[in-house]
């Protein structure tokens, strides 16, 4: 009986971790002052194609489609647009 409960129980956690939802972006401000010698850079896209946070040109997750740079402001927005970038690159 106790070994029922158990299961019932690891089988119950189980689909509870399976059914949350995707974890969301925390974005943080940049502090320019405290990067390095990273160089500007002209992405192709005024804004993150997935969650639209305004990209700066010192944003370390960039994506190359089609010869044109993106930036991102998470690699979770990176890798959602590598998914599918032809729905989210400019034409």
């Known amino acids: 009986m106790k070994s029922k409960i158990i299961l019932t ?8 971790a399976c059914a949350q939802e995707t974890p969301k972006v925390k974005h943080k401000k940049s502090d320019r ?7 500007p850079v ?3 896209n005024a804004e993150d194609p ?10 370390k997750d960039t ?5 044109k740079t993106y930036g991102f402001c ?3 927005c990176k890798d959602e647009f590598k998914k ?3 729905k989210y690159a400019q034409k």
């Not at 002052?33 to 160089?39: D, H, Q, Y």
């Not at 994506?63 to 010869?67: C, H, P």
Request: hydrophobic share 40%; charged share 20%; net charge positive.
């Open 42 to 44: 002209k992405f192709a």
């Open 84 to 86: 599918n970038p032809e």
């Open 63 to 67: 994506a190359l489609y089609k010869n």
């Open 9 to 16: 129980a690891l089988l119950s956690v189980s689909l509870m």
């Open 33 to 39: 002052s405290a990067k390095g010698n990273t160089k």
């Open 50 to 59: 997935i969650c639209h946070m305004k990209t700066e040109p010192d944003m």
């Open 74 to 76: 998470s690699v979770y």
